[in-house]
């Protein structure tokens, strides 16, 4: 026995360090979630994968003063409204907190769920987010998030490491995805039919969500304690701003009551989805979210003028 594990700790300790060196390379490269796992924050976005993409983080610290914000928005299926994302904010967020700023993308998407869905239990993202096993959002290299969620080869995390250039989805350090695709116009015109197509079907099986809209309204409450909360309801392309209308014609009038209620601001830029480019309709293209990040934190500034 004794020299089973004598041979046993032979071969073991060298790969465990070779596993510690190839995890050391983890990066913006990874994927699209790994580094919202490697750093607590104080001001952050919220959102899905338009906020994501749309609202540039290093944009507002050089508007807003004495603000560092981190964009801690996944997807639409890892961090929809829920009790799971909930959860992660406490995590993430650094427990001294206060006097922060957060700004809680929306859209008809992230405050719905599937129309069989009556229970918290049964939100999909609870089987499928990373946000439902990770308990550590602080570590750089986050060996928790790669062991537990990272479902590809570790020699993968060398290969593809930013130092051999950015990928063409790019996760910054501080959150921003920042997505370089083909703008050409008839690949867009393609992306974009393929995104229309995909929200209709979604909205088929879909309805806003009581059980989103009130833990929306908990994560704004816990987030008050902190700082100050704004809303912002993102624009898209006019194909699936017409889409999301249909879906919910009074979602504006929603956000509206909830943050008159809550005694927050709430800046709706879907009158102005003709100011922008996107990359496939839905998501915006990133030399227009820098323009549009800017709007947010002049619509913020604006704000905060007036408290005075």
């Known amino acids: 026995m004794k020299r089973f594990l004598i041979k046993t700790a032979f071969w073991m300790v060298p790969l465990i360090g070779l596993q510690l060196i190839l995890g050391a390379f983890a990066d913006?490269?990874?994927?699209?979630?790994?580094?919202?796992?490697?750093?607590?924050?104080?001001?952050?976005?919220?959102?899905?994968?338009?906020?994501?993409?749309?609202?540039?983080?290093?944009?507002?610290?050089?508007?807003?003063?004495?603000?560092?914000f981190d964009n801690f928005s996944l997807n639409i299926s890892h961090s929809p409204y829920g009790p799971l994302y909930l959860e992660a904010?406490?995590?993430?967020?650094?427990?001294?907190?206060?006097?922060?700023?957060f700004i809680l993308t929306v859209g008809p998407w992230n405050l719905s769920a599937p129309k069989n869905v009556s229970a918290m239990k049964d939100?999909?993202?609870?089987?499928?987010?990373?946000?439902?096993?990770?308990?550590?959002?602080?570590?750089?290299?986050?060996?928790?998030?790669?062991?537990?969620?990272?479902?590809?080869?570790?020699?993968?995390?060398?290969?593809?490491?930013?130092?051999?250039?950015?990928?063409?989805?790019?996760?910054?350090?501080?959150?921003?995805?920042?997505?370089?695709?083909?703008?050409?116009?008839?690949?867009?015109?393609?992306?974009?039919?393929?995104k229309v197509e995909f929200y209709k079907l979604f909205a088929k099986d879909q309805a806003i969500s009581p059980l989103r809209l009130q833990?929306?309204?908990?994560?704004i409450d816990f987030l008050k304690t902190k700082g100050q909360v704004y809303v912002v309801r993102i624009p898209a392309s006019k194909e699936i701003m017409k889409i999301e209308n249909q879906y919910r014609p009074n979602f504006n009038q929603v956000m509206q009551d909830i943050t008159r209620r809550k005694n927050i601001p709430y800046f709706d830029f879907t009158g102005k989805f003709n100011a922008y480019q996107y990359t496939d309709g839905n998501h915006m293209y990133k030399e227009s979210?820098?323009?549009?990040?800017?709007?947010?934190?002049?619509?913020?500034?604006?704000?905060?003028?007036k408290l005075k």
């Open 89 to 101: 904010v406490k995590k993430k967020i650094k427990p001294d907190t206060k006097e922060a700023v």
């Open 123 to 194: 939100l999909p993202e609870n089987e499928i987010s990373p946000l439902k096993n990770m308990n550590f959002y602080n570590l750089n290299p986050n060996y928790e998030y790669l062991i537990k969620n990272f479902n590809h080869s570790w020699f993968q995390l060398f290969r593809d490491r930013e130092s051999q250039g950015k990928s063409n989805t790019y996760l910054h350090e501080d959150g921003w995805l920042e997505v370089t695709v083909d703008m050409k116009e008839s690949v867009l015109r393609k992306r974009t039919a393929e």
């Open 28 to 68: 913006g490269n990874t994927d699209d979630n790994y580094r919202h796992f490697t750093s607590q924050a104080t001001s952050f976005i919220m959102g899905d994968s338009r906020g994501s993409q749309a609202i540039v983080p290093s944009v507002l610290n050089e508007k807003i003063k004495h603000q560092k």
């Open 215 to 219: 833990s929306f309204e908990k994560t």
């Open 289 to 305: 979210s820098k323009i549009f990040t800017a709007e947010i934190a002049d619509s913020i500034n604006a704000y905060k003028a």
